[in-house]
């Protein structure tokens, strides 16, 4: 094919300018569309997978604790609420058995959100002496907007049964990803 | 980067040969020509630049639908965790229900499948008496190629004392008398020193071992079993009375009118847990059906037809009716206990150390009696299932018919007594 060697003329080379420059926006926006979908989408995954990380965390030891209680010696003067759970435990044995606690030789573990960053969901665990559960203060879930608990009774230290609300988001391009999720679980060891 | 050139304009010709003119009316003017020689995109860069482009928007692309993807693993995973869960829980539930069931005999089972979510295996293992450690394991969808799974682990325990009768009569340093035709059909244990720790007289009989620790008068009773004299003395079975009077108790105390408590006509009734302040009679027809521990401040009589029946929520556990006074059963009055297999008993219990502290006569009783500083009189074709007592005197025709399920009996507080979750031992493993 013979090359035009003379080059093009204004009009030829405008059209190309116009032509060019509206395939590029036209280009660009669905590059950027895309890149705002996949940032959005990567942020509601991310909320969704803090959410369901913290509420199957709660659930578990809801499950495992033997009672709700009020606060415990450790526990920073912390006292069960709407968004403060304290929850008694067995101890374990060197096995990773529930031991009996012998009186009130109890393993506590606390779950609220971190006074220093209210956007963590985090667990405070406050074994026993003798208790082979780890102690310390663990980091569940990021992201954390609100965490509620709610209670079939009045009287937290009476209750059955616990439901956990935890909403997580996260924030792109401007825009915030919600999710908001609740599970209600029944203590089996009260 | 490509680059534009202007190229400079040439010089106006105002003579042409004719190719020439054709050329030129072929040609733009050269003030609007450029010369972009550089700027030509060589054949396939376009393409390139589109496949650049492409691969770019694909590699996002990927990106997202494997966050998406890992996402919905993780989510599905989260189901099937919690599915296993649940029937790992299923599993728990129902060895609760077969230990119930089976008066604690059920051992486990292996994948049981519930609906097509999954199958459950469960296993129990003894870890002290009256405690059983149940391991379910919940698999999801099965046990062979099981895409998620939960074990859990709980005691579970039976709020019961566990009391060993392990002979039909068990007696203290009172000895056995027999006489008459009365028959023991079950092994014989007297803790009584010297001669006759056990005397029979007449047609007595013992269907089953004899032991004594002193010795057995001959040719009466006829022991169709062993014969052991000059034992080392047994164990009694024991019972902590405060324990049964405050379960009882813990139901209401009931002052009898006038010190007695009677129950006469067609009356039917449940009772316990429940105390009563003063005697207790009951005759004729009527029906009182134990619901928990009963405990008596006076004396029991128990006369004419009457029943005391354990209610068969008991199942295989038994209950307790204690009494600070005597126990006089006769003339077809009896103790019933439940239907379950084995059955769950009443236990009589007397705490008084009269010699009549339990008297049975004229047929009826099926229950266990207890007396361990008295004594028990049983006369008349009377007949029990198990007797401990300091001392027993038995005549005419007098029975006593051991049930082997007694050698390792539970007595409950009330119907919660059954099987039921250890608080505190539910955990996951």
């Known amino acids: ?190 | 980067m490509a680059k534009l050139k202007l190229r400079p304009r040439a010089p106006k010709q105002s003579s042409v040969t004719n190719n020439m003119k054709q050329e030129t009316r072929n040609k733009k003017p050269d003030s609007l020509r450029f010369q972009v020689s550089s700027l030509k995109l060589k054949s396939g860069q376009v393409l390139i630049i589109t496949i650049i482009f492409l691969t770019v928007i694909l590699i996002l692309s990927t990106s997202l639908f494997t966050r998406v993807t890992s996402f919905l693993r993780f989510g599905s995973n989260s189901i099937m965790r919690e599915q296993a869960v649940n029937l790992a829980e299923a599993g728990i539930d129902k060895t609760l229900w077969q230990l119930n069931q089976t008066g604690g005999t059920y051992s486990g089972e292996t994948n049981t499948a519930v609906g097509t979510t999954g199958t459950f295996t469960v296993t129990v293992a003894d870890k002290s008496p009256g405690i059983k450690t149940i391991t379910a394991t919940g698999y999801v969808p099965s046990a062979n190629a099981p895409k998620e799974k939960q074990v859990i682990k709980v005691d579970t325990s039976i709020s019961t004392s566990v009391i060993a009768f392990r002979y039909a009569v068990q007696v203290g340093t009172g000895g056995v008398n027999m006489s008459n035709s009365a028959s023991i059909n079950g092994n014989v244990y007297s803790n009584k020193l010297g001669p006759d720790s056990i005397l029979g007289s007449g047609q007595s009989a013992i269907n089953g071992d004899a032991y004594a620790v002193g010795t057995i008068s001959t040719p009466a009773p006829t022991v169709t079993g062993r014969k052991f004299q000059n034992q080392q003395p047994s164990q009694m079975p024991t019972l902590d009375y405060q324990q049964w009077k405050d379960a009882a108790t813990a139901g209401g105390v009931t002052t009898c009118p006038g010190g007695s408590c009677d129950f006469s006509g067609s009356t039917i009734a449940n009772i316990g847990p429940q105390k009563y302040v003063g005697s207790f009679n009951v005759s004729n027809s009527v029906i009182l059906t134990m619901q928990g521990p009963v405990y008596i401040t006076g004396n029991l009589t128990l006369s004419n037809s009457a029943k005391i029946n354990l209610d068969n929520s008991f199942g295989s556990n038994g209950t307790v009716l204690i009494v600070d006074g005597t126990v006089s059963v006769s003339n077809n009055a009896t103790f019933n206990p439940t239907s379950a297999n084995p059955k769950g008993y009443i236990l009589v219990v007397s705490t008084s150390s009269s010699d009549s502290a339990i008297s049975l006569s004229n047929h009826g009783q099926t229950a266990v009696f207890y007396a361990l500083s008295g004594g028990a009189q049983v006369s008349n074709q009377a007949n029990a299932t198990a007797l401990v007592a300091n001392s027993l005197s038995m005549s005419n025709q007098s029975q006593l018919d051991y049930d082997s399920g007694l050698a390792s009996s539970s007595f409950s507080t009330g119907p919660g007594g059954s099987w039921t979750i250890r608080k505190g031992t539910y955990h996951f493993k």
């Open chain 1, 1 to 190: 094919m013979a090359l035009n060697k003379n080059g093009f003329t204004l009009v030829e080379l405008l059209t190309t300018f116009a032509i060019g420059g509206f395939v590029t926006v036209i280009v660009a926006s669905i590059y950027l569309a895309h890149f705002r979908l996949f940032a959005n989408q990567n942020t509601a995954i991310d909320a969704a997978t803090q959410n369901k990380l913290a509420l199957d965390e709660i659930t578990n030891q809801i499950r495992q604790a033997q009672t709700v209680v009020s606060t415990c010696s450790s526990c920073s003067g912390d006292t069960t609420g709407a968004n403060i759970l304290v929850l008694q435990l067995w101890p374990l044995d060197a096995g990773g058995d529930p031991q009996d606690p012998m009186g009130t030789n109890y393993d506590y573990i606390e779950y609220r959100k971190d006074a220093s960053d209210a956007t963590k969901l985090i667990r405070k665990t406050f074994p026993y002496s003798t208790s082979t559960r780890k102690s310390g203060t663990r980091i569940v879930a990021t992201g954390v907007s609100a965490l509620t608990f709610t209670y079939d009774n009045a009287d937290p230290t009476l209750a059955l049964e616990i439901t956990t609300n935890v909403t997580t988001s996260g924030t792109s391009n401007g825009k915030t990803q919600t999710t908001a999720q609740g599970a209600k679980t029944i203590l089996r060891n009260k």
